[in-house]
């Protein structure tokens, strides 16, 4: 069954449905989401990772989604061990522009604040997993987050937004340049599912 398919038929929510419950794309490669394991979900929607994260007996979820429309939905669908915020993780506090999701166009002032912040104030000492689908954003999250952040981050899914002004050549280089980074953090153990508009990065630290 086609993404393309899905979309038609079902709209986005059906092709998050197929991809997060029963293709299981947060577990497809490296070690996954573990009993016991400290859940991050940056970027959770309407809390369908979240769910694959409970179903997979994390010992606590930590959801972030700056939609409010779609936080009322993740509100309506949490487990007894789900922590919610409805804000933005940028790199610097403030307030951002969150586009209404799924559209583009329509924009709405939300208050952000930095990922390591968001520890701090969780006072999470570790996170075994960490998912991260922010639209775009992801290029510019990894470089504001501190090394003792970093330091406490296991496991990692993210969900990379290709550049298609670019070519096949310089997509590559943008990748290798983006997986770099995340080696020189610790994650040397990878692996990476490339497609058109989003390509998916596991990470893991040995």
């Not at 406490?152 to 096949?168: A, G, P, V």
């Amino acid at each position: 069954m086609s993404i393309d398919f899905l979309n038609q038929h079902y709209g986005w929510e059906g092709v998050m449905a197929y991809g997060n419950l029963i293709h299981d794309d947060l577990n497809c490669y490296g070690p996954g989401i573990q009993p016991g394991d400290v859940y991050v979900d940056l970027g959770s929607n309407i809390g369908m990772s979240a769910l694959v994260a409970e179903r997979r007996q994390a010992a606590r979820i930590y959801c972030i989604e700056p939609d409010y429309d779609c936080y009322e939905a993740l509100a309506r669908n949490r487990g007894y061990n789900w922590v919610l915020d409805n804000v933005a993780i940028s790199d610097k506090p403030g307030t951002v522009q969150i586009a209404k999701w799924p559209e583009s166009n329509n924009l709405r002032p939300v208050q952000a604040i930095t990922f390591d912040q968001y520890v701090a104030q969780h006072c999470l000492d570790r996170i075994d997993y960490l998912k991260m689908d922010i639209e775009g954003h992801e290029k510019i999250i990894i470089h504001s987050i501190s090394d003792s952040t970093w330091s406490k981050i296991r496991k990692m899914f993210i969900e990379y937004h290709e550049d298609n002004t670019l070519s096949e050549v310089e997509k590559n280089v943008e990748r290798f340049k983006f997986l770099t980074t995340l080696a020189n953090k610790g994650f040397t153990e990878y692996s990476i599912f490339v497609r058109h508009f989003q390509s998916f990065f596991y990470v893991w630290k040995q």
